[in-house]
Protein backbone atom coordinates (compact mmCIF):
# COMPACT_ATOMS: atom_id res chain seq x y z
CA UNK A 1 0.00 0.00 0.00
CA UNK A 2 1.50 3.46 -0.70
CA UNK A 3 2.15 5.65 1.94
CA UNK A 4 0.94 9.09 -0.09
CA UNK A 5 -0.74 9.60 -3.16
CA UNK A 6 -0.98 13.41 -3.73
CA UNK A 7 -3.73 14.00 -6.73
CA UNK A 8 -3.04 16.82 -8.58
CA UNK A 9 -5.67 18.44 -10.64
CA UNK A 10 -5.94 19.46 -13.98
CA UNK A 11 -8.85 20.17 -16.78
CA UNK A 12 -8.39 20.39 -20.76
CA UNK A 13 -9.34 24.01 -20.07
CA UNK A 14 -6.19 24.65 -18.30
CA UNK A 15 -3.83 27.29 -19.57
CA UNK A 16 -0.40 26.77 -20.05
CA UNK A 17 1.98 27.93 -17.04
CA UNK A 18 5.03 30.08 -17.81
CA UNK A 19 7.41 27.94 -16.02
CA UNK A 20 6.78 23.89 -16.44
CA UNK A 21 6.08 22.19 -13.04
CA UNK A 22 8.24 18.98 -12.02
CA UNK A 23 6.19 16.27 -9.94
CA UNK A 24 6.93 14.99 -6.98
CA UNK A 25 7.47 10.99 -7.34
CA UNK A 26 3.59 11.01 -4.90
CA UNK A 27 2.06 14.00 -7.03
CA UNK A 28 -0.43 11.93 -9.12
CA UNK A 29 -1.53 14.30 -12.27
CA UNK A 30 -6.15 13.76 -12.54
CA UNK A 31 -8.32 15.08 -14.87
CA UNK A 32 -11.48 16.70 -14.04
CA UNK A 33 -14.32 16.85 -15.80
CA UNK A 34 -13.49 14.56 -18.36
CA UNK A 35 -17.03 13.56 -19.06
CA UNK A 36 -17.35 16.80 -20.72
CA UNK A 37 -14.51 16.50 -23.44
CA UNK A 38 -12.92 13.82 -25.62
CA UNK A 39 -9.12 15.35 -24.74
CA UNK A 40 -7.02 13.86 -22.13
CA UNK A 41 -4.70 15.81 -20.65
CA UNK A 42 -3.60 13.15 -18.01
CA UNK A 43 -3.69 9.17 -17.72
CA UNK A 44 -6.23 9.09 -15.25
CA UNK A 45 -9.15 10.90 -14.91
CA UNK A 46 -12.29 11.56 -12.78
CA UNK A 47 -14.84 9.64 -15.69
CA UNK A 48 -13.23 6.87 -17.99
CA UNK A 49 -14.44 3.34 -16.06
CA UNK A 50 -15.98 4.90 -13.42
CA UNK A 51 -19.49 3.96 -13.56
CA UNK A 52 -20.43 6.22 -10.64
CA UNK A 53 -19.00 9.38 -11.57
CA UNK A 54 -20.05 12.65 -11.50
CA UNK A 55 -17.68 14.08 -13.98
CA UNK A 56 -20.26 15.76 -16.23
CA UNK A 57 -21.23 17.98 -13.28
CA UNK A 58 -17.71 19.38 -13.29
CA UNK A 59 -19.03 23.06 -14.92
CA UNK A 60 -20.55 23.49 -10.95
CA UNK A 61 -18.24 21.07 -8.99
CA UNK A 62 -14.61 22.23 -10.28
CA UNK A 63 -12.79 19.98 -9.11
CA UNK A 64 -14.75 18.43 -6.55
CA UNK A 65 -15.68 16.14 -9.62
CA UNK A 66 -12.26 14.69 -9.26
CA UNK A 67 -12.45 14.85 -4.83
CA UNK A 68 -15.15 12.75 -5.55
CA UNK A 69 -13.74 10.01 -7.44
CA UNK A 70 -10.40 9.99 -5.15
CA UNK A 71 -12.26 9.28 -2.32
CA UNK A 72 -14.14 6.51 -4.06
CA UNK A 73 -9.99 5.26 -4.63
CA UNK A 74 -8.79 5.64 -1.46
CA UNK A 75 -5.66 2.81 -1.31
CA UNK A 76 -3.05 4.79 0.59
CA UNK A 77 -2.34 5.61 3.94
CA UNK A 78 -2.56 9.42 3.88
CA UNK A 79 -3.99 11.63 0.47
CA UNK A 80 -4.28 14.48 -0.79
CA UNK A 81 -5.38 16.98 -3.72
CA UNK A 82 -3.55 19.84 -5.02
CA UNK A 83 -4.42 22.03 -7.92
CA UNK A 84 -2.01 22.12 -11.39
CA UNK A 85 -1.44 25.48 -10.54
CA UNK A 86 -1.60 26.05 -6.86
CA UNK A 87 1.05 23.25 -5.05
CA UNK A 88 1.97 22.89 -1.57
CA UNK A 89 5.58 24.71 -1.18
CA UNK A 90 6.94 21.10 0.28
CA UNK A 91 9.77 18.33 -0.50
CA UNK A 92 9.49 14.59 -0.29
CA UNK A 93 11.16 15.22 2.99
CA UNK A 94 8.79 17.50 4.75
CA UNK A 95 5.88 15.06 3.77
CA UNK A 96 7.85 12.04 4.99
CA UNK A 97 8.56 14.03 8.24
CA UNK A 98 5.14 15.10 8.83
CA UNK A 99 3.75 11.48 8.22
CA UNK A 100 6.48 10.02 10.64
CA UNK A 101 4.89 12.60 13.02
CA UNK A 102 1.46 11.48 12.21
CA UNK A 103 -0.41 14.43 11.28
CA UNK A 104 -4.00 14.27 10.49
CA UNK A 105 -4.36 16.91 7.87
CA UNK A 106 -2.43 19.50 6.47
CA UNK A 107 -4.05 22.31 4.82
CA UNK A 108 -3.60 25.66 3.51
CA UNK A 109 -2.11 28.55 5.78
CA UNK A 110 -6.03 30.22 6.35
CA UNK A 111 -6.42 34.02 4.03
CA UNK A 112 -7.64 37.16 6.05
CA UNK A 113 -10.91 38.11 4.66
CA UNK A 114 -12.10 41.61 5.06
CA UNK A 115 -15.74 40.27 5.90
CA UNK A 116 -16.59 37.36 8.15
CA UNK A 117 -17.17 33.93 6.29
CA UNK A 118 -20.73 34.47 5.86
CA UNK A 119 -20.68 37.96 4.91
CA UNK A 120 -18.00 37.71 2.29
CA UNK A 121 -19.87 34.58 0.51
CA UNK A 122 -23.14 36.63 0.18
CA UNK A 123 -21.38 40.05 -1.27
CA UNK A 124 -19.60 38.03 -3.77
CA UNK A 125 -21.44 35.06 -4.82
CA UNK A 126 -25.41 34.39 -4.49
CA UNK A 127 -27.09 34.90 -1.22
CA UNK A 128 -29.87 32.09 -1.03
CA UNK A 129 -26.67 29.51 -2.00
CA UNK A 130 -25.42 30.20 1.67
CA UNK A 131 -28.72 30.15 3.31
CA UNK A 132 -29.22 26.76 1.75
CA UNK A 133 -25.99 25.64 2.52
CA UNK A 134 -26.86 26.56 6.40
CA UNK A 135 -29.74 24.89 5.83
CA UNK A 136 -28.37 21.59 4.51
CA UNK A 137 -25.64 21.73 7.41
CA UNK A 138 -28.11 21.51 10.36
CA UNK A 139 -29.92 18.43 7.87
CA UNK A 140 -27.20 16.48 7.75
CA UNK A 141 -24.90 17.55 10.77
CA UNK A 142 -27.12 18.67 13.28
CA UNK A 143 -25.16 17.64 16.35
CA UNK A 144 -22.25 20.64 14.90
CA UNK A 145 -24.97 22.99 13.29
CA UNK A 146 -23.87 25.73 15.91
CA UNK A 147 -20.17 25.26 15.61
CA UNK A 148 -20.59 25.87 11.78
CA UNK A 149 -22.73 29.28 12.90
CA UNK A 150 -19.71 30.41 14.69
CA UNK A 151 -17.10 29.46 12.52
CA UNK A 152 -18.84 31.64 9.76
CA UNK A 153 -18.59 34.69 12.17
CA UNK A 154 -14.91 34.57 11.48
CA UNK A 155 -12.43 36.09 8.96
CA UNK A 156 -9.92 33.09 8.40
CA UNK A 157 -10.84 30.62 5.65
CA UNK A 158 -8.12 27.37 4.82
CA UNK A 159 -8.89 28.19 0.80
CA UNK A 160 -8.71 26.23 -2.52
CA UNK A 161 -9.85 22.57 -1.56
CA UNK A 162 -6.11 22.08 -1.19
CA UNK A 163 -5.22 19.73 1.87
CA UNK A 164 -3.27 16.14 2.82
CA UNK A 165 -5.58 14.11 4.90
CA UNK A 166 -4.67 10.44 6.29
CA UNK A 167 -7.16 8.09 4.43
CA UNK A 168 -9.59 7.18 6.65
CA UNK A 169 -10.08 11.10 7.13
CA UNK A 170 -10.49 11.86 4.06
CA UNK A 171 -12.81 9.18 3.33
CA UNK A 172 -15.21 10.71 6.28
CA UNK A 173 -14.80 14.38 4.83
CA UNK A 174 -15.92 13.05 1.29
CA UNK A 175 -19.05 11.05 3.02
CA UNK A 176 -19.70 14.05 4.82
CA UNK A 177 -19.67 16.78 2.62
CA UNK A 178 -20.98 15.53 -0.76
CA UNK A 179 -24.67 14.24 0.10
CA UNK A 180 -24.81 18.22 1.52
CA UNK A 181 -23.30 19.24 -1.96
CA UNK A 182 -25.86 16.86 -4.24
CA UNK A 183 -28.88 17.62 -2.63
CA UNK A 184 -27.70 21.77 -3.12
CA UNK A 185 -26.77 20.93 -6.82
CA UNK A 186 -30.26 18.81 -7.60
CA UNK A 187 -32.39 21.74 -5.66
CA UNK A 188 -30.88 24.82 -7.68
CA UNK A 189 -29.76 25.65 -11.07
CA UNK A 190 -26.62 26.51 -13.08
CA UNK A 191 -26.24 29.92 -12.69
CA UNK A 192 -25.99 32.30 -15.61
CA UNK A 193 -23.06 33.65 -15.33
CA UNK A 194 -19.29 31.70 -15.35
CA UNK A 195 -18.15 32.94 -12.45
CA UNK A 196 -21.03 32.10 -10.53
CA UNK A 197 -21.34 28.47 -12.08
CA UNK A 198 -18.87 27.41 -9.63
CA UNK A 199 -20.97 27.54 -6.98
CA UNK A 200 -21.13 24.20 -5.94
CA UNK A 201 -16.69 24.23 -6.05
CA UNK A 202 -17.11 27.72 -3.89
CA UNK A 203 -19.52 25.75 -1.06
CA UNK A 204 -17.22 22.90 -1.31
CA UNK A 205 -14.12 25.49 -0.26
CA UNK A 206 -16.40 26.52 2.73
CA UNK A 207 -17.55 22.93 4.11
CA UNK A 208 -13.59 21.63 3.37
CA UNK A 209 -12.87 24.90 6.13
CA UNK A 210 -15.77 24.10 8.04
CA UNK A 211 -14.66 20.12 8.55
CA UNK A 212 -11.19 21.27 9.31
CA UNK A 213 -11.45 23.22 11.77
CA UNK A 214 -14.22 20.62 13.38
CA UNK A 215 -11.65 17.97 13.26
CA UNK A 216 -9.03 20.27 14.96
CA UNK A 217 -11.47 20.81 17.82
CA UNK A 218 -12.04 17.32 18.24
CA UNK A 219 -8.32 16.83 18.80
CA UNK A 220 -7.21 16.14 15.44
CA UNK A 221 -3.16 17.23 14.63
CA UNK A 222 -3.70 19.72 11.78
CA UNK A 223 -0.44 21.68 9.80
CA UNK A 224 -1.12 24.60 7.87
CA UNK A 225 1.40 25.27 5.23
CA UNK A 226 1.94 28.13 2.16
CA UNK A 227 0.69 27.09 -1.21
CA UNK A 228 2.65 28.31 -4.33
CA UNK A 229 0.75 30.07 -6.78
CA UNK A 230 1.95 29.24 -10.64
CA UNK A 231 1.78 31.60 -13.44
CA UNK A 232 0.01 31.33 -16.13
CA UNK A 233 1.79 31.85 -19.65
CA UNK A 234 0.58 35.27 -21.37
CA UNK A 235 1.22 34.80 -24.79
CA UNK A 236 0.04 38.03 -26.89
CA UNK A 237 -1.11 36.87 -30.20
CA UNK A 238 -1.19 40.45 -31.32
CA UNK A 239 2.88 40.76 -30.71
CA UNK A 240 3.01 37.07 -32.35
CA UNK A 241 1.11 36.42 -35.27
CA UNK A 242 0.78 38.35 -38.68
CA UNK A 243 -3.23 39.83 -38.62
CA UNK A 244 -3.59 39.80 -41.97
CA UNK A 245 -2.49 36.72 -43.19
CA UNK A 246 -5.08 34.03 -43.44
CA UNK A 247 -2.66 30.90 -42.43
CA UNK A 248 -1.24 32.93 -39.38
CA UNK A 249 -4.47 34.08 -37.96
CA UNK A 250 -6.04 30.52 -38.29
CA UNK A 251 -2.93 29.20 -36.69
CA UNK A 252 -3.18 31.45 -33.63
CA UNK A 253 -6.65 30.94 -33.43
CA UNK A 254 -6.53 26.95 -32.86
CA UNK A 255 -3.86 27.50 -30.91
CA UNK A 256 -5.62 29.39 -28.54
CA UNK A 257 -9.24 27.83 -28.64
CA UNK A 258 -6.86 24.45 -27.55
CA UNK A 259 -5.63 25.78 -24.11
CA UNK A 260 -9.30 27.48 -23.86
CA UNK A 261 -8.08 30.91 -24.00
CA UNK A 262 -11.49 31.82 -25.92
CA UNK A 263 -11.75 35.79 -25.44
CA UNK A 264 -8.13 35.94 -27.35
CA UNK A 265 -9.58 33.45 -29.63
CA UNK A 266 -12.04 35.73 -30.23
CA UNK A 267 -10.27 39.25 -30.32
CA UNK A 268 -7.70 37.61 -32.53
CA UNK A 269 -10.43 36.94 -35.61
CA UNK A 270 -12.44 39.34 -34.70
CA UNK A 271 -9.80 41.68 -35.23
CA UNK A 272 -8.50 39.74 -38.53
CA UNK A 273 -12.25 40.16 -40.08
CA UNK A 274 -12.31 43.85 -39.18
CA UNK A 275 -8.76 43.79 -41.79
CA UNK A 276 -9.97 44.43 -45.26
CA UNK A 277 -6.76 42.65 -46.61
CA UNK A 278 -8.37 39.24 -45.09
CA UNK A 279 -11.57 38.57 -46.06
CA UNK A 280 -11.09 34.83 -45.96
CA UNK A 281 -14.30 32.68 -45.91
CA UNK A 282 -11.77 30.29 -43.99
CA UNK A 283 -11.60 32.07 -41.05
CA UNK A 284 -15.37 32.59 -41.09
CA UNK A 285 -15.93 29.08 -41.30
CA UNK A 286 -14.07 29.32 -37.60
CA UNK A 287 -17.30 28.02 -36.46
CA UNK A 288 -16.20 27.16 -32.90
CA UNK A 289 -15.00 30.61 -32.57
CA UNK A 290 -17.54 32.87 -33.48
CA UNK A 291 -19.97 30.94 -30.79
CA UNK A 292 -17.90 30.88 -28.26
CA UNK A 293 -17.54 34.39 -28.61
CA UNK A 294 -21.35 34.51 -28.37
CA UNK A 295 -21.91 32.66 -25.81
CA UNK A 296 -19.29 34.45 -23.56
CA UNK A 297 -20.80 37.86 -24.68
CA UNK A 298 -24.29 35.96 -23.41
CA UNK A 299 -22.81 35.70 -20.09
CA UNK A 300 -21.43 39.18 -20.05
CA UNK A 301 -17.75 38.89 -20.69
CA UNK A 302 -15.44 40.46 -23.06
CA UNK A 303 -15.76 39.15 -26.52
CA UNK A 304 -15.07 39.17 -29.83
CA UNK A 305 -18.19 42.05 -30.10
CA UNK A 306 -15.95 44.71 -29.81
CA UNK A 307 -13.62 43.70 -32.71
CA UNK A 308 -16.21 43.25 -34.74
CA UNK A 309 -17.59 45.74 -38.12
CA UNK A 310 -19.96 47.95 -37.53
CA UNK A 311 -22.45 46.30 -39.91
CA UNK A 312 -22.03 43.27 -37.76
CA UNK A 313 -22.45 44.00 -34.08
CA UNK A 314 -26.16 45.06 -34.64
CA UNK A 315 -26.61 41.32 -36.00
CA UNK A 316 -24.49 39.97 -32.85
CA UNK A 317 -27.01 42.14 -30.30
CA UNK A 318 -30.09 40.59 -31.95
CA UNK A 319 -28.46 37.10 -31.78
CA UNK A 320 -27.72 37.66 -28.17
CA UNK A 321 -31.54 38.29 -26.92
CA UNK A 322 -32.82 35.64 -28.63
CA UNK A 323 -31.01 33.17 -29.03
CA UNK A 324 -33.01 30.23 -27.53
CA UNK A 325 -35.88 31.78 -29.30
CA UNK A 326 -34.21 31.27 -32.69
CA UNK A 327 -32.81 28.10 -31.91
CA UNK A 328 -36.41 26.74 -30.54
CA UNK A 329 -37.53 27.85 -34.15
CA UNK A 330 -35.31 26.39 -36.13
CA UNK A 331 -35.44 23.07 -34.62
CA UNK A 332 -39.54 23.13 -35.05
CA UNK A 333 -39.01 23.99 -38.83
CA UNK A 334 -36.39 21.51 -39.63
CA UNK A 335 -38.39 19.03 -38.04
CA UNK A 336 -41.13 20.00 -39.06
CA UNK A 337 -40.61 22.42 -42.17
CA UNK A 338 -44.19 23.42 -43.41
CA UNK A 339 -45.11 26.19 -45.02
CA UNK A 340 -46.57 27.52 -41.78
CA UNK A 341 -43.59 27.00 -40.09
CA UNK A 342 -41.54 28.65 -42.97
CA UNK A 343 -43.26 31.58 -42.24
CA UNK A 344 -42.65 31.99 -38.49
CA UNK A 345 -39.58 31.33 -39.32
CA UNK A 346 -38.65 34.28 -42.13
CA UNK A 347 -41.34 36.62 -40.23
CA UNK A 348 -38.88 35.87 -37.09
CA UNK A 349 -35.93 36.71 -38.97
CA UNK A 350 -37.19 39.66 -40.68
CA UNK A 351 -37.92 41.31 -36.98
CA UNK A 352 -34.62 40.49 -35.63
CA UNK A 353 -32.81 42.30 -38.22
CA UNK A 354 -30.09 39.81 -38.94
CA UNK A 355 -28.08 39.99 -42.22
CA UNK A 356 -28.45 37.20 -44.79
CA UNK A 357 -24.65 36.35 -44.18
CA UNK A 358 -25.33 35.82 -40.50
CA UNK A 359 -28.62 33.53 -40.66
CA UNK A 360 -27.01 31.47 -42.67
CA UNK A 361 -24.17 31.24 -41.22
CA UNK A 362 -26.58 30.55 -38.02
CA UNK A 363 -28.40 27.87 -39.99
CA UNK A 364 -25.31 25.94 -41.03
CA UNK A 365 -23.57 25.88 -37.32
CA UNK A 366 -26.67 25.18 -35.21
CA UNK A 367 -26.97 22.03 -33.51
CA UNK A 368 -30.86 20.63 -33.48
Request: aromatic share 12%.
Amino acid sequence: MNRLKLYVVSSHMDKPLETPVENLSCEIPIQAGAALTEKRVCELNDHDNFSDSISKRNRRYCECSAIYWIGKHIDSDYVGIEHYRRRFETTEEKLDEAMEACVDIITTKPMTLEENIQRDFIQNHYGGDWIMLMSLLEKYDSDNYEFYVKEADKKLLHYGNISIMRGDIFKEYCDWMFPILNEFYINTVEKYDAYNRRDVGFLAERLTHFFVMRKMRDGARVEEWNVKQYSRHAWSPKDECNLVEEESVYEACNRLYDTQQITKCCQVLGTALKNKECESQRLLQIEEVLWAGIRERMHGQITMYEYLPEDMKKDLNSLCTSYGQLKQIIGLYVKNPSEEMKTLYQSYIQTTGYSTFLVDYILDGMEV
